[in-house]
Antibody, heavy 126, light 106 residues
Framework: QVQLQESGPGLVKPSQTLSLTCTVS??????????WAWIRQPAGKGLEWIGQ???????NYNPSLETRVAISVDTAKNQFTLQLNSVTAADTAVYYC??????????????????WGPGTLVTVSS | DIQMTQSPSSLSASVGDRVTITCRAS??????LNWYQQKPGKAPKLLIY???RLQRGVPSRFSGSGSGTDFTLTISRLQPEDFATYHC????????FGQGTRLQIK
């Protein structure tokens, strides 16, 4: 059973860099055919897909955050990391890491997010 | 980018009711539509992928339908554990989610 766990500072100052790590257990990132994603949710609001990374290090980002975000992978530690720079109060949210799964079902390609980590609240404040 | 709009934003219903939540995409997303359930303080949980395919372990009272730009999630015979927030997600382009529909007990 695949499980994910976010870790990192819960408080970041404005203009600084938010850095979170996701540790994966029950699956090996290096041998997985899936991507690994970060998604966030401001309090009382909807979900926002931030980006994803493959075991090769290839990453894709939401264009709305592309200039400030980097997602990297450490296959030796079975972890992947989110870095978001120049943060403001608008970046305050619960951040989730998750598996971005791709599969063929009945001959058709599908993509969905499962499982998710429990989430970690990051507050941007001085 | 593709905008996803859910309606209603919230609704109240009773145990045993049949409920339908709608999700509309700003352009066609073919069948790249997923549904998630989220309970307070918890991460979302996958219910349905590919419009109508139930994730393993999800009760059969949940069903999805639609195509192109308009999709629905139906819960027949609401159970107490179904009161939660539901999110749709498109994965045709850069993934995006609807704003969520909060299902409350009447």
């Amino acid at each position: 059973q695949v499980q994910l766990q976010e870790s990192g500072p819960g408080l970041v100052k404005p203009s600084q860099t938010l850095s979170l790590t996701c540790t994966v257990s029950g699956d090996s990132i290096s041998s997985s055919s899936d991507y690994w994603a970060w998604i966030r949710q401001p309090a009382g609001k909807g979900l926002e897909w931030i980006g994803q990374v493959y075991s090769s290090g290839n990453a894709n980002y939401n264009p709305s955050l592309e200039t400030r975000v980097a997602i990297s992978v450490d296959t030796a530690k079975n972890q992947f990391t989110l870095q978001l720079n120049s943060v403001t109060a608008a970046d305050t949210a619960v951040y989730y890491c998750a598996r971005d799964k791709y599969d063929y079902v009945g001959g058709s390609p599908y993509n969905w997010v499962d499982p998710w980590g429990p989430g970690t609240l990051v507050t941007v404040s001085s | 980018d593709i905008q996803m709009t859910q309606s209603p934003s919230s609704l109240s219903a009773s145990v045993g009711d049949r409920v339908t939540i709608t999700c509309r995409a700003s352009q066609t997303i073919h069948n790249y539509l997923n549904w998630y359930q989220q309970k307070p303080g918890k991460a979302p949980k996958l219910l349905i992928y590919g419009v109508s395919r139930l994730q393993r372990g999800v009760p059969s009272r949940f069903s999805g339908s639609g195509s192109g730009t308009d999709f629905t999630l139906t819960i027949s015979r609401l159970q107490p554990e179904d009161f939660a927030t539901y999110h749709c997600q498109q994965t045709y382009r850069i993934p995006s989610f609807g704003q969520g529909t909060r299902l409350q007990i009447k």
